[in-house]
């Protein structure tokens, strides 16, 4: 007799097409165990294409709805979810059409898959409050630049050789579809903007400075690389538009 995890674990592989693992297990009761299973199988595959559809809503117009569930099909059996929670589901799903060989000739296709899940992942964040131009004026003068600062939890960045952003609005519902795919490449900052999820592209300076606070350093240091990129930066304009879009919060 298997252990709990191990039919659980024979259960699920069974729902991707490989029921010998549970075979002994499953009473047939007048159902066949491939037709008891494969019950479950659909219901599993569609679940999870309807997620991967959600999240990713210009992909599938992007490639067209068949295409995209046929994708799906490919994906969910190559990498079911780890975890219960669905809206964390389709993490790797760009990597994977990176790898798709059908998707070949669409090299533009995961990064527009990466915007939306940055979207997704702005949209199920934690909340968290970011620091306000009005809580800095409770500061003493002159330590903004050494202040413990991080990204709000909502934020992601995403540099691409494409022009994802102007794809993605392309492909909004009432748009034509039609973007320039030569007009070059871009810099994004995706985060949470109260109830809304919101993106724009950022001068290499400033995509320089996130990139920089994401990976912990301290705001002088962020300014630093800025500079470094752009030596015309306006270091005090970079700064009030970080505060005005709410990107910022102390550790």
Same mark, same amino acid.
């Given at each position: 007799?298997?252990?709990?995890?191990?039919?659980?674990?024979? +259960?699920?592989?069974?729902?991707?097409?490989?029921?010998?693992? $549970?075979?002994?297990? $499953?009473?047939?009761?007048?159902?066949?165990?491939?037709?008891?299973?494969?019950?479950?199988?659909?219901?599993?595959?569609?679940?999870?294409?309807?997620?991967?559809?959600?999240?990713?809503?210009?992909?599938?117009?992007?490639?067209?709805?068949?295409? *995209?569930?046929?994708?799906?099909?490919?994906?969910?059996?190559?990498?079911?979810?780890?975890?219960?929670?669905? *809206?964390?589901?389709?993490?790797?799903?760009?990597?994977? +059409?990176?790898? *798709?060989?059908?998707?070949?000739?669409?090299?533009?296709?995961?990064?527009?898959?990466?915007?939306?899940?940055?979207?997704?992942?702005?949209?199920?964040?934690?909340?968290?409050?970011? +620091?306000?131009?009005?809580?800095?004026?409770?500061?003493?003068?002159?330590?903004?630049?050494?202040?413990?600062?991080?990204?709000?939890?909502?934020?992601?960045?995403?540099?691409?050789?494409?022009? $994802?952003?102007? $794809?993605?609005?392309?492909?909004?519902?009432?748009?034509?579809?039609?973007?320039?795919?030569?007009?070059?490449?871009?810099?994004?900052?995706?985060?949470? +903007?109260?109830?809304?999820?919101?993106?724009?592209?950022?001068?290499?300076?400033?995509?320089?400075?996130?990139?920089?606070?994401?990976?912990?350093?301290?705001?002088?240091?962020?300014?630093?690389?800025?500079?470094?990129?752009?030596?015309?930066?306006?270091?005090?304009?970079?700064?009030?538009?970080?505060?005005?879009?709410?990107?910022?919060?102390?550790?």
């Amino acid at each position: 007799m298997p252990s709990l995890p191990e039919l659980q674990s024979g +259960l699920r592989a069974a729902l991707l097409e490989d029921a010998t693992a $549970v075979a002994r297990e $499953v009473v047939a009761d007048g159902i066949a165990l491939e037709s008891r299973l494969a019950i479950y199988r659909h219901h599993v595959l569609s679940s999870l294409t309807a997620v991967l559809e959600a999240t990713f809503p210009v992909v599938v117009r992007l490639v067209d709805a068949r295409f *995209f569930r046929f994708a799906c099909d490919r994906y969910v059996r190559a990498e079911p979810p780890r975890g219960p929670c669905l *809206f964390e589901y389709g993490l790797t799903f760009p990597d994977f +059409l990176a790898g *798709f060989e059908p998707c070949r000739q669409l090299p533009w296709l995961p990064d527009v898959a990466r915007l939306e899940w940055a979207m997704n992942a702005a949209l199920h964040a934690p909340d968290a409050e970011a +620091l306000s131009a009005e809580a800095l004026r409770a500061w003493p003068a002159g330590t903004l630049e050494t202040m413990d600062l991080v990204l709000h939890p909502s934020v992601s960045l995403l540099q691409s050789a494409w022009p $994802v952003d102007a $794809v993605w609005r392309a492909n909004q519902p009432g748009g034509d579809g039609v973007a320039d795919l030569d007009a070059g490449g871009v810099r994004l900052a995706v985060w949470r +903007l109260g109830d809304d999820v919101v993106f724009r592209a950022l001068t290499p300076a400033a995509f320089a400075a996130l990139r920089v606070l994401a990976g912990g350093a301290r705001l002088a240091t962020a300014l630093e690389d800025a500079l470094a990129i752009e030596p015309a930066t306006d270091l005090a304009g970079l700064v009030r538009s970080l505060l005005d879009e709410a990107v910022l919060q102390c550790r």
